[in-house]
């Protein structure tokens, strides 16, 4: 399959979303939207579509990474409406760097924004030659990289390595 | 049942979107401000919407409530990511209490 025709069912898909419920003159004007978007972006947004072939990859995103995320984010917001609410405000904040081995574009993005949502952490900038994240953390336990690394990115790089990456020769 | 069910959401939401901006007026530098409405709001405002949805059930309201409750997830991230990245690049200093800042060590020699 090209990338035009999976970003145009893509496109499609969420115009019927946004336009439910699907009726007759919606889905013409979806078909010719979603064509347009397809022809002009197509090889800008999918670069690897054998990727999207994969069943064992959506089912290892919605079965490992999703419930992983949501737990975090639960947490994250108890950890700051704690922090919040304390009278003496514990926080002990700075920027530390940590590493990461993850190399393609969706799944930085996926681990910069899953690290921005989860307890007590953000991320800064990203350096991708060097495979360095900037990382700010509202309570620094350990300012070494290798100790940062361990207790910041590997909840979530494992799972995202498995989905976006193993495999990738083809 | 799902009504209740959507009030609920929406009061946990509401909570925690009061944490949020509680957290933007206490807590004392920009990046600090930041971690607190992104995580707070992103979840609050989620779950709003999602008791939206519970409520309202699949109609046209409710299918527009979950799929921007997926941008959302998408986007907030994001652009927390570029306002620290602008604020830093920018000269905003660190609370003074912070304990480190590598992001400024490594950038010492580039400016």
Known sequence: MSPKIILFLFAFIVWCLFSWVP????????????LIVAFMMGDLVIQRPHLMLHPGRYVNFIFLYVPVFLWEVLKANIDVAYRVVHPELPINPGIVKVKTSLQSDIALTLLANSITLTPGTMSVDIDKDKSVLYIHWI???????????????????????????????? | MSQTLGLIFI????????????????????????????????????SILFGT????GFSAAG???????????????????????????????LWRSSVVDQYAEDREGEN
């Open chain 2, 11 to 46: 009061i946990i939401g509401l909570a925690f979107d009061v944490f949020g901006c509680l957290g933007l007026v206490r807590l004392p530098d920009v990046y600090n401000r930041l971690q607190a409405a992104t995580k707070c709001v992103t979840m609050g405002t989620c």
């Open chain 2, 63 to 93: 299918m527009k409530a979950l799929m921007c409750i997926v941008f959302l997830v998408l986007t907030t991230p994001v652009a927390a990511h570029a306002i620290a990245r602008g604020a830093h690049r920018s000269g905003v200093a």
């Open chain 1, 139 to 170: 309570d620094v336990r350990s300012s070494d990289i290798e100790a940062a690394t361990r207790i910041i990115v590997e909840r979530f790089e494992k799972t995202l390595r498995k989905i976006f990456e193993e495999g990738n020769k083809e």
């Open chain 2, 53 to 56: 949805f519970l409520t309202v």
């Open chain 1, 23 to 34: 009726d007759g003159a919606h889905l013409l004007g979806g078909i010719v939207v979603a």
